[in-house]
Nanobody, 115 residues
Framework: QVQLVESGGGSVQPGGSLSLSCAASGSGVSRYAMGWYRQAPGKQRVLVALIGAGGRTNYGDSMEGRFTISRDNAKNTVFLQMNSLKPEDTAVYYC?????????WGQGTQVTVSS
């Protein structure tokens, strides 16, 4: 069992930056691929970024360049640095941990980009 707790969400003006964190607890967390997804009101949940156990990264459509995912295996934490935020980035951001058939989600953290 893995528990995920996101933090760092909030409100920011367009062009601003936010950094999200996801603290994972449980056994073998370093083996998991970790990712960030987001869901805007009335829309499907979509991939923002994913980082494998070995550090390989994958970004969702139009995410790379403004968003950067990283992980600290010693702290069982994955980060999402978000720059040049736009109003369309407004969503609930969810952390996910996946390893074989094991698939866990966090509760989500709200990010609002508005002037």
């Amino acid at each position: 069992q893995v528990q995920l707790v996101e933090s760092g969400g909030g409100s920011v003006q367009p062009g601003g930056s936010l950094s999200l964190s996801c603290a994972a607890s449980g056994s073998g967390v370093s083996r998991y691929a970790m990712g960030w997804y987001r869901q805007a009101p009335g829309k499907q949940r979509v991939l923002v970024a994913l980082i494998g156990a070995g550090g390989r990264t994958n970004y969702g459509d139009s995410m790379e360049g403004r968003f950067t995912i990283s992980r600290d295996n010693a702290k069982n934490t994955v980060f999402l640095q978000m720059n040049s935020l736009k109003p369309e980035d407004t969503a609930v951001y969810y952390c996910r941990a996946v390893y074989n058939a094991y698939d866990y989600w966090g509760q989500g953290t709200q990010v609002t980009v508005s002037s």
